[in-house]
T-cell receptor, first 111, second 114 residues
Framework: QKEVEQDPGPLSVPEGAIVSLNCTYS??????FMWYRQYSRKGPELLMY????GNKEDGRFTAQVDKSSKYISLFIRDSQPSDSATYLC???????????FGTGTRLQVFP | GAVVSQHPSWVICKSGTSVKIECRSL??????MFWYRQFPKQSLMLMAT?????????EQGVEKDKFLINHASLTLSTLTVTSAHPEDSSFYIC??????????FGSGTRLTVV
């Protein structure tokens, strides 16, 4: 079993839809949880950074962490074609330790 | 926010030559930097963890003599691909940890060995 599981997609949605991206993990010691967006041939761009359980909102993006279920989510409201990218979840034990990545979910938002 | 600069963004080199990739944290001090390799349509594979002033820690299966990592200062880490071969062609990405913004990635370097 992988430490971090993420559905690779692809996920195709119409413009304006609410997108839900998820990851599950097996190690309860993870404390820091991140979501990255990666466009083709570019480095990952940090979208959300959360510590422990709870919700965090930033514009159209909401990140949720449920440590009891070992489950994290990223919601994108009013999705736009420019949101089309690969979304990677990542987590670590502390804020200087190496990141453990999910495989990434490829999202396609069509007009 | 935290910014990590990575150069070059792409490089083509002849088989047998060496290539150096630089990763700089521009507005924060990065005690730890990470080097990743990414194949098309795959996730990032961690190659090594670089700590300022000490030897890098390599992941299993990564040849430390082939992928030389130097982290001489709190703002600069370098990855040198020595005696490059076509199978080393890949997308290499660095990231820096320790800022208040979590882990920030460079823009990546596309290496093509011909």
């Amino acid at each position: 079993q992988k430490e971090v599981e993420q559905d690779p997609g692809p996920l195709s949605v119409p413009e304006g839809a609410i997108v839900s991206l998820n990851c599950t993990y097996s190690n309860s010691a993870f404390q820091y949880f991140m979501w990255y967006r990666q466009y083709s041939r570019k480095g990952p761009e940090l979208l959300m950074y959360t510590y422990s359980s709870g919700n965090k909102e930033d514009g159209r993006f909401t990140a949720q962490v449920d440590k009891s279920s070992k489950y994290i989510s990223l919601f994108i409201r009013d999705s736009q074609p420019s949101d089309s990218a690969t979304y990677l979840c990542a987590m670590s034990f502390d804020n200087t330790d190496k990141l453990i990545f999910g495989t990434g979910t490829r999202l396609q938002v069509f007009p | 926010g935290a910014v990590v600069s990575q150069h070059p963004s792409w490089v083509i080199c002849k088989s047998g030559t060496s290539v150096k990739i630089e990763c700089r944290s521009l507005d924060f001090q990065a005690t730890t930097m990470f080097w990743y390799r990414q194949f098309p349509k795959q996730s990032l594979m961690l190659m090594a963890t670089s700590n300022e002033g000490s030897k890098a820690t390599y992941e299993q299966g990564v040849e430390k003599d082939k992928f030389l990592i130097n982290h001489a200062s709190l703002t600069l880490s370098t990855l040198t691909v020595t005696s490059a071969h076509p199978e080393d062609s890949s997308f290499y990405i660095c990231s820096a940890g320790g800022s208040n913004y979590g882990y920030t990635f460079g823009s990546g370097t596309r290496l093509t060995v011909v």
